[in-house]
């Protein structure tokens, strides 16, 4: 019994844990992140009041150009992303299901041949070739 106890609260944690990280945490917009950069230099550098608000509009200038385009590369994956679903629907709507089946398995080896195990593999990692004299 108190094994099932144990197993229910543990499971409980797990689970809000999960859930906690899951959620998205709100990004700061422009004027937040340039204030808060703008402080530490100035607590960092001992900035005059003068230079401290220029460095606020330059600062806030970056972080707004920052933010415009994380929004257009964030729109350009989701079009590159609805691109290549739409193309994967056509291909499919052409082949066979046993042809669908075998395509998807091709696919799958080759993103294994690619990252085996999941690992990204660094250059460090890659067997060298030894020269020939």
Do not use: C, Y
């Not at 019994?1 to 990004?27: D, N, Y």
């Amino acid at each position: 019994m108190k094994k099932w106890i144990i197993g229910a609260v543990l499971l409980a944690f797990t689970s809000l844990s999960v859930a906690a990280q899951q959620e998205k945490r709100q990004q700061p917009n422009p004027e937040e992140r340039a204030k808060k950069v703008t402080e530490k230099m100035a607590t960092e550098l001992e900035l005059s009041e003068d230079q401290k608000a220029q460095i606020l509009a330059l600062n806030l200038d970056h972080a707004k150009q920052r933010q415009a385009e994380m929004e257009r590369e964030k729109a350009e994956r989701e079009a590159q992303r609805s691109e290549m679903k739409a193309h994967q629907e056509k291909v499919n709507s052409i082949l066979t299901e046993e042809q669908r089946t075998k395509w998807e398995e091709i696919k799958l080896e080759q993103r294994e041949k690619r990252r085996p195990g999941g690992e990204v593999h660094r250059r460090e990692d890659m067997p060298r070739q030894k020269d020939g004299n």
